[in-house]
């Protein structure tokens, strides 16, 4: 069997990677998951109730659009956060969740060649894997673009050489940035914005992290680049219920921005896309229409920053998330703080080198480990609290 090159470059998973790094050792005590972003707060309570109202629909094909209710819904959200109209029909369509729609989307966009030459897609490092694994499947170059402690945590693209912007094709930007935590500013994103319009190409904002902040909402590229007047196609933005809403099993988000770039992923979707079922179709509609199991989710997240602040706020290089439920925490190597961690406490944080890839003989993650602010606040507490003795005292 003769299988494709275009993926055998990809390193292993970070999860299995971090299986393969901890699983021979024995737990140095009480287990405590702080690795995979995986919302634990409640689930708004009318989910099983919709679910139980709709069950015909799973009798249906679903619309692959995403059902008009489900994406007026969504339009009605994005006026509420952003103060910007878009219409519904032609400017956002359903996904099943943001991963696929961000490996979709570039899918759909990417051209074979941006002024003859092979195109460009621009990565955050550290990073959400599929970016990288996007830019691979349509043949693009993927360039890592640190965004590290000196750049504010976020990828500073306007230092990239002119024949680098001049192939780009895609910008990814995560803003809450997972890992890290930073927001991107209104000014961040008009800066990028500009450089996208000056040398043509498409931002792609993964925003999946945006009602999870301590008190300003972060700002969103949509309301941006609309308030810049800059060309409709400029900006797609991808949201997701996962983390808003604490359902990262009902995989349901979207992606908006200009009608054409939204018809062009209709269209891959119609023929390659797995659409959501309609009666998971009516939750999502309903989640999108209401803030309130939102408001709680935050408030207990707004928690937990101020307990990691209090333990861990005296660490030197510690960077207070702005938002997310990350903390993106300094150590001299994460990999050997991770299994150090495991064997003496117990505890299971992510290696930062596994969301990064290596550039000119450095991994922006090396020095760093991910820890996830999921468990419950107390626990959470605790846990950081061991943490700071084993990897800090
Ligand atoms: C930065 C980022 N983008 C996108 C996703 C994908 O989320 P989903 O597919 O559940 O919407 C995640 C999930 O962890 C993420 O951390």
Not at 131 to 153: D, R, W
Not at 343 to 351: C, D, H, N, S, Y
Request: hydrophobic residues 40%; charged residues 20%; glycine residues 8%.
């Amino acid at each position: 069997m003769t299988f494709p090159e275009r993926f055998s470059g990809l390193p292993e998973y970070a999860f299995p990677r971090l299986r393969r790094l901890l699983d021979a050792h024995a737990p140095g005590g009480e287990v405590v998951h702080m690795t995979i972003g995986e919302p634990k707060h409640a689930m708004p309570g009318f989910v099983g109730e919709v679910i139980a109202g709709n069950l015909a629909g799973f009798g249906n094909y679903p619309p692959n659009d995403g059902s008009p209710e489900l994406l007026e819904a969504i339009a009605g959200w994005i006026k509420r956060r952003y103060g910007v109209a878009i219409d519904a029909a032609t400017q956002a369509m359903a996904l099943n969740g943001t991963r696929e729609g961000l490996f979709n989307a570039a899918i759909a966009l990417c051209p074979e060649e941006v002024r003859g030459q092979k195109p460009v897609v621009l990565i955050p490092n550290p990073f959400y894997q599929v970016y990288a694994v996007a830019a691979q499947a349509v043949g693009a170059e993927p360039v890592f673009v640190p965004a590290s402690a000196e750049t504010g945590f976020l990828p500073d693209y306007t230092s990239l050489p002119k024949d680098i912007l001049n192939r780009t094709a895609v910008a990814y930007l995560c803003s809450p940035s997972n890992p890290q935590g930073a927001v991107a500013s209104r000014e961040d994103w008009a800066t990028l914005i500009a450089l996208a319009e000056k040398h043509d190409f498409q931002i792609f904002a993964d925003e999946c992290y945006s009602e999870i902040y301590r008190d300003t909402p972060p700002t969103g590229a949509l309301e941006v680049a609309r308030e810049g007047g800059a060309d409709p196609e400029r900006v797609l933005i991808f949201h997701s219920l996962s983390k808003r809403s604490n359902m990262p099993g009902l995989r349901s988000g979207f992606v908006a921005g200009g009608p054409e770039s939204i018809a062009q992923i209709k269209q891959l979707r119609a023929y390659a896309g797995a659409p959501l079922p309609l009666p998971l179709q009516r939750v999502a509609e309903k989640a999108w229409a209401d803030e309130a199991h939102v408001e709680t989710s935050r408030a207990l997240y707004q928690e937990k920053y101020a307990a990691a602040d209090a333990v861990l706020g005296d660490l030197p290089g510690y960077f207070a998330p702005q938002a997310g439920f990350f903390l993106w925490l300094p150590v001299d190597d994460g990999e050997a703080a991770a299994l150090r961690l495991w064997q003496e406490t117990g505890i299971r944080v992510l290696p930062g080198a596994y969301l990064a890839r290596e550039v000119n003989g450095q991994n922006p993650g090396k020095n760093y480990i991910r820890v996830a602010m999921v468990a419950p606040k107390d626990e959470m507490q605790q846990a950081l609290e061991r943490l700071k003795r084993c990897l800090y005292a």
